[in-house]
């Protein structure tokens, strides 16, 4: 177990060390940057000039890469969803016993990389402009996870572990589940719905507990203590916001 642990703590780095600012790669600290703008600003509306201060570079230097503003942004989105990916291929590495397994840690993948780049997920969730919905390639990553969930969703199923119900009605109360937890993280509004459980590390594995229970076969039932076992808390306190 502990070298399968220190096996997943190296791949999780490995994430970082890609997504953290590196000197020369300008253009990825410039999206990297939109992020931590948008957290600060829980908007789009700052200044290329905030972005040159906080990459250590010039205004012009920042135009040698992208057009304009709305450039940097459909960028810094398609650049979310391949973060949103990386913590859920961590996730599907860690936790794949059964389809359920996968179903539920495909969610916690989403609220850590919430809790890791909230400024990237309100992009994507709240903050989309007409150019990033155009954007090609948003649409096809966006629809790559979808598809990844609606398949693992079907694996339930044919797996016995899930009742043969409406999909898409499922699925919708799923993603609101973890959207809307994700949602009161970056609000800071978690003390005002759970003020008793809300420091509680586990309590979004109580939350999709609940959440699923009532879909679930008596199979799905009897895997379910398993699959709501966090595998991102492992991380916690080594210097990894997850």
Known sequence: MDL????QNKKYSTIKKKL???????KSQILLAVGKLIEKHHSTEFQLREIASLVNTSVPAIYRHFENKQQILVEAAINGYEV????????LNTSNK???????????????????????????????TNEILAAQEYARQREET???????????IDEGLVENIDSEIALTFLQATSLGFAQMLIGKSMVFFAPVHGHDETLISKVY???IQGILTTKGKSVLE?????PFLQ??????SV
């Open 98 to 128: 059964t389809a359920l397994h996968k179903l539920v840690v495909i969610g916690f993948a989403y609220v850590a990389f919430a809790r890791a780049y909230p400024g990237l997920f309100m992009l994507m969730k709240n903050l989309e």
């Open 146 to 156: 979808l598809e990844v969930v609606k398949k693992t969703f079907q694996d339930c």
């Open 235 to 240: 991380w916690q306190g080594k210097g990894v």
């Open 84 to 91: 949103q990916k990386s913590f859920r291929n961590l996730g």
């Open 20 to 26: 953290n600012y590196h000197h020369g790669d300008l």
């Open 4 to 7: 399968v642990i220190a096996s």
């Open 226 to 230: 398993s699959a709501i076992i966090n």
């Open 209 to 211: 507990q609940t959440a």
